[in-house]
């Protein structure tokens, strides 16, 4: 490069020597850095406006010389970094030089070309469907566009033999490693994300996550193995199949690792039902189950946090870490999570399980040591050599989906009893004691939340029908079934105006009614045998479904859930989906039948309840002014009571 260029280079780069990166000299051999001392020497002259003759008496460095070692200063290193003095140690190697120097010059002269060259190589304007330019087609479009701006044959870089071929490369590696994010794009999503994840200067610098319940991880992951269950068909004979695979959801807390609640889910997908049964289990305070395989039990200290510790019961977490699934995401959920719990939700970026890491990490240790041991199991791949028939062994050993339900209890009972690293050989229970009893401050959710239906509930306004003119007593219509009681069936005036709902989404037999000031209206109860049988709004969305398909039918006189659990299992013999359907109706059930058993036979608790008689009075003073129609005080508030199960 001659004095002229190097000086035209400058004019169009701010270059300061005083910018450049140091070199160390003491680390140099004697030899090299006498050599280096007297490159450095040279240069600093030379930018003091030494004469050539001044420079070449005091470092013996002659013209040529000089320049070579000014353009080997001036070129970048992969960092996109000027090589500075570091270009000067004896023996360096700089790669990207040679021409470099000049195609620099080129592009600073002719920026709409650089502008062209880098949206080719980061794709800032790539299209969908537009694949990402190769190497060999970014110079061919480099090579159409200098001739398109009008670039003679005897000019750089045409009248170069390859046409700047390897200073075009060069330029795009530096712009490669100074543009990271970007240009990982260039080898696939995967690893785009995984530099989106890596940790930076920003996020490095975060506080540590120290006090329990300041922030969960919550996610699904699909269980590696298979399960069977057993149903009667329509004609009375037992069968036995086996599920699709399913999904066990989890909440971690963050600063020690503790399981705080699970649940699985029997449908291909998890829904937000799923995850707000998760949230439920993980805030509700634990308590033992009991095993119906032989042998089983919980080891000493097994457990979970707001069943062993006092200071864990109630408590709630102040941020949600999820992933952008479409349940996580669901209205209802994040209005459980911010109204009811009180904490923040934070979704995180896209596509990042990193952001969730310890939460991936317990589902892999579940994994390794619980159902990746199991005869049954489809191992973490097709090709994993743990699979061996899983179908077949969950039919040989009869490994249902209740077997699952009680190991899963167990193992994660167990990990949460289990010395961790991170906690420096703490258990999580143990590293969870003893910082709420230190009086770290932890929040509690709110006394008016404390029931079993906190977090299965949902609240609508629907609109009062009726008409005398046709007949038709008042009541409002939900997800396909009509809703009164005796008082609603007599407030004609009420037609037309709206009603707040708040709806059971685990049984809709019955929803809870309010004004449009919000003063309690009531129970309305399903019509027809809707009101009957248990069911839960997953299971009406289903079966009105299946009704508006013209595949189930049923009049005012059927029981719409019998008839769709007798579909189920005549769909189950050969369909996997509807054994998962029909498995999660049989559990909902369960479930039902079993806390009906348990508000039955326990004692009344001696919170006192507020009395509804008087709201109840007022009611029925207004309807008889209204109707004109006596009622009886002493049967109607009884009745009402029966039917509340809020």
């Known amino acids: 490069m001659s004095r002229r260029k190097i000086e035209e280079f400058s004019n169009t780069h701010e270059i300061n020597p005083k910018n450049w990166a140091s070199v160390l000299e003491d680390a140099l051999t004697p030899d090299k850095k006498e050599l280096f001392i007297k490159r450095k020497r040279a240069i600093d002259l030379y930018f003091a406006e030494e004469s050539l003759d001044v420079i070449n008496s005091e470092t013996g460095i002659v013209r040529s010389e000089l320049y070579r070692f000014l353009e080997r200063c001036f070129t970048l290193d992969p960092n996109g970094q000027e090589w500075g003095y570091r270009a000067l140690i004896p023996r360096k190697r700089v790669e990207e ?3 470099l120097g000049l195609f620099q010059l080129f592009l600073a002269k002719n920026p709409s070309i650089k502008e062209h060259i880098d949206e080719w190589f980061l794709n800032r304007k790539r299209k969908n469907l537009q694949p990402i330019k190769g190497l060999k087609e970014i110079h061919a479009d480099f090579v159409r566009i200098c001739r398109e701006s009008n670039i003679s044959n005897s000019e750089y870089p045409m009248n ?4 700047a071929r390897q200073s075009l490369y060069r330029y795009l590696k530096s712009l490669e490693v100074k543009n ?3 240009s990982s794009k260039r080898y696939g999503d995967e690893g785009a994300r995984k530099i989106k994840s890596a940790p930076s200067k920003r996020n490095t610098a975060m506080p540590q996550i120290y006090r329990p319940y300041q922030r969960v991880q919550f996610d699904g992951h699909r269980i590696d193995a298979m399960f069977t269950i057993h149903f009667t068909t329509p004609i009375g004979d037992q069968i036995t199949e086996v599920l699709d695979r399913l999904w066990l959801l989890a909440i971690i807390d963050e600063p020690t690792r503790a399981i705080l609640g699970y649940h699985i ?7 937000s039902y799923d995850v707000l049964k998760c949230i439920e289990n993980a805030i509700i305070p634990w308590k033992p189950i009991q095993f119906s395989i032989p042998a089983i039990s919980y080891p000493k200290g097994a457990g979970f946090p707001s069943g062993l510790i006092e200071q864990a019961k109630w408590a709630v977490w102040d941020e949600f870490l999820v992933d952008n699934g479409q349940a996580n995401l669901a209205t209802i959920v994040k209005k459980t999570i911010t109204e009811k719990v009180g904490a923040h939700m934070n979704p995180g970026p896209v596509e990042m399980p990193e952001r969730r890491g310890i939460i991936e990490r317990f589902f892999r240790k579940l994994e390794e040591n619980g159902y990746h041991r199991f005869p049954n199991t489809t191992g973490s791949n097709p090709d994993d050599p743990r699979r061996q028939e899983p179908e077949k062994n969950a039919r040989r050993f009869d490994i249902t989906v209740k077997d699952l339900e009680e190991i899963t209890e167990v193992i994660i009972a167990d990990y949460n009893n289990t010395p961790h690293q991170s906690l420096y050989g703490l258990t999580p229970l143990e590293a969870m004691r003893q910082r709420m009893e230190k009086g ?3 929040r509690y959710l709110k006394e008016e939340f404390r029931d079993v239906y906190t977090f299965v509930s949902l609240k609508i306004t629907r609109k ?7 007949g038709r007593r008042p009541y409002i219509n939900y997800e396909g079934a009509e809703y009164t009681n005796e008082i609603l069936a007599r407030m004609f005036d009420l037609t037309g105006e709206q009603l707040h709902l708040v709806v059971n989404i685990n049984d809709l037999r019955y929803v809870k009614a309010f004004f449009e000031d919000g003063s ?3 129970i309305l109860t399903a019509s027809g045998k809707w009101g009957l049988t248990p069911h839960t709004l997953q299971m009406r969305k289903q079966i009105n479904k299946l009704k508006n398909d013209r595949i189930l039918e049923f009049g005012y006189n059927d ?6 659990l007798n579909y189920l299992s005549e769909k189950a013999t050969t369909n996997k989906k509807d054994r998962n359907k029909l498995a999660a109706a049989q559990k909902h059930q369960k479930d039902f039948e079993e806390k009906l058993q348990q508000n039955t036979s326990e004692p009344e608790s001696p919170t006192p309840k507020p009395d509804h008689n008087s709201v109840k009075a007022q009611q029925i003073g207004k309807i008889e002014k209204r109707s004109g129609e006596p009622i009886d005080r002493k049967e109607t508030p009884s009745k009402l009571r029966k039917t509340i199960i809020y």
Do not use: L, M, R
């Open 97 to 99: 030089e040679g021409e």
């Open 160 to 163: 170069t033999k390859t046409v």
């Open 180 to 182: 990271f994010y970007q």
């Open 265 to 271: 889910s029997y449908g291909a997908e998890y829904s």
């Open 440 to 442: 770290v401050p932890v």
């Open 464 to 470: 009062v029908n009726g008409s005398i003119k046709h």
């Open 520 to 522: 309690e209206f009531g």
């Open 559 to 564: 029981d719409p859930v019998q008839i769709y």
